[in-house]
């Protein structure tokens, strides 16, 4: 089965960026929303950011005001810029481009994850 492909992961100190990037590769138009989830060792996997094809959205509080989600419709991506992380917002995180945006359910349709480490 084709999955979303994430990438941009990496180790961070606190107080820095990194940018997330999933593409869906399907070759089809993404119609749904699209996010961004997250999931912390001992944790539930927990919403971070969601957008619709248009560029509604939709942040945890967590991260509102740290975080900015995008996507570019022509490339079926979504991006996720981080700001100002945290040791907190330590996880892995996955990509779901089958996002019901009303209800914020998303189908089981996910990337592999890719790994974000903020720490000193």
């Not at 944790?43 to 570019?72: C, N, P, W």
């Not at 700001?83 to 330590?90: G, R, Y």
């Not at 089958?98 to 592999?112: H, K, L, N, Q, S």
Request: include cysteine; aromatic fraction near 8%.
């Amino acid at each position: 089965q084709v999955r979303p492909v994430e990438s941009g992961g990496g180790l961070v100190q606190p107080g820095g960026s990194l940018t997330l990037t999933c593409r869906d590769s399907r070759g089809t138009d993404v119609m749904n929303a699209m996010g961004w989830y997250r999931q912390a060792p001992g944790k539930q996997r927990e919403l971070v950011a969601a957008i619709t094809t248009g560029m509604s959205t939709h942040y945890a509080d967590s991260v509102k005001g740290r975080f900015t989600i995008s996507r570019d419709n022509a490339k079926n991506t979504v991006y996720l810029q981080m700001n100002s992380l945290k040791p907190e917002d330590t996880a892995v995180y996955y990509c779901n481009t089958e996002i019901e945006f009303a209800t914020m359910t998303p189908r089981d349709y996910w990337g592999r994850g890719t790994q974000v480490t903020v720490s000193s």
